[in-house]
């Protein structure tokens, strides 16, 4: 993937929630470094350590059933072992193991990315809570009304 396709759209389109975590599949990480699948995963392999439990996931057969379900793409039909899920800590963790200049603008446009979600998720659930006070204070308002 060239550096003026990858921006914040293009990535934010790839990241779903497993087990309540917006994560990146593995193929679509190996797109974005511009290596192979199979080189994102060696690397992982090779550096287990570094990638405890919340920053990697492999998906559970039922998992990828339901991702197939959802999303229909030649990556997913063909894979034979599970995919791998990464956590915004597992992309850090793999940019330090993939050291390329290609790596590095990813992975910051990546990160930039996830931080961008936790603001509007911010945003938006501050815009709620004032709605929801809002509403509550009407309410109030017109029950002291009534009586």
């Known amino acids: ?25 593995d193929s679509d990480v190996a797109r974005f470094y511009g290596v192979a699948t199979k080189e994102v995963n060696q690397a992982v392999k090779n550096n287990l350590d570094k ?3 919340d920053f990697i996931l492999t ?5 990828l059933d339901d991702l197939r379900s959802k ?32 790596a590095t603008k990813t992975t910051l446009k990546i990160i930039e990315t996830f931080a961008k979600i936790r603001d509007l998720k911010q945003d938006f659930n501050q815009i709620l809570n004032e709605k929801k006070m809002q509403i509550e204070k009407t309410v109030l308002v017109q029950n002291l009304a009534k009586n």
């Not at 998906?59 to 998992?63: I, P, R």
């Open 1 to 25: 993937m060239t550096e003026n396709v990858l921006n914040i759209e293009s990535i934010s389109d790839l990241i779903i929630v497993i087990r309540d975590m917006p994560v990146i599949l």
């Open 71 to 102: 999303f229909l793409t030649a990556n997913l039909s063909k894979t034979r072992t599970p995919p791998k899920a990464f956590t915004e800590k597992g992309l850090y963790m793999l940019a330090t193991i993939l050291k390329s200049k290609q």
């Open 59 to 63: 998906l559970s057969t039922n998992e």
């Open 51 to 53: 990638f405890p439990i």
